[in-house]
């Protein structure tokens, strides 16, 4: 029997395809669930903000096919270092401690943070209870300043406790802040802000990745560069945020 080896051929190569884009690596990318206006759900039902906009303007300029994966702030470093994700479009500030166990990108965005308290009470008064994200830097903060915590997953969270009286205040990221004196239930309640200064609240911000992707971190920073290069950077920022974060 002869074989056609002609009309094999493009068959062979039709499996090939099929077979090469079965294995296309889909990149896990880690962003917080709701923390407005960096991550959170629209009144279209749709997923969007400054972090999520980001995200998929990186995979789309490293020409990587990505999931995106809503998560509490509070998991994003414990699942990069147990290869759950393969990065994460958050801002972080690289502590000794997470730098022992993740892979950092370049400077994502500048950092400040803000305690946002009703009138009369003192910026840093240890004896308020204050409302912060658990497993954010600003808890870190509080926690180091000797202050009345409770740590709650959203910034959602943090309004509930500052409209029931339960928290006097809260210490979060400026844009987290931001956020929040826009929540209408709040409005009342008059609430003032000052900016904290602290090594761990304060810096750079950087991207977190799994370590056993170090390959991705020069494509993540190349991306990063041409995306505020060309100017999609500002764009997005202007679109979610009134000021600039770089």
Known sequence: MKLNIRGLFPTLLLLGCITAAAQEKIYRVALIAHSPPLSYTDAAGKFTGFNVEMATELCATMKIR??????????????????????????FIPTPERKARVLFSKVYFQSMSVW???????????????????????????????????EVATNADIASL?????????????????????????????????????????????????????EMAARINAAIDQIKLDGRFDRINSRFVPFSLL
């Open 66 to 91: 990505c999931v995106q994966q809503p998560l509490p702030v509070d998991k994003i470093v414990d699942m990069a270092a147990a290869d759950q994700i393969d990065f994460a479009v958050v801002g």
């Open 116 to 150: 946002m308290s009703k009138p009369l009470v003192t910026a840093g008064n240890s004896r308020s209870s204050v409302a912060v994200i658990k497993g954010s830097a600003q808890a870190s903060h509080a926690q180091a300043m000797g202050w009345k915590t409770t």
């Open 162 to 214: 500052l409209f029931s009286g339960i928290a006097d205040a809260a210490v979060l990221p400026m844009l987290g802040a931001l956020s929040l004196a826009q929540e209408s239930m709040l409005l009342p309640l008059g609430l003032k802000s000052t900016v904290l200064s602290g090594p761990l609240i304060t810096g750079t911000l950087h991207m977190v990745i799994n370590p056993k992707q170090a």
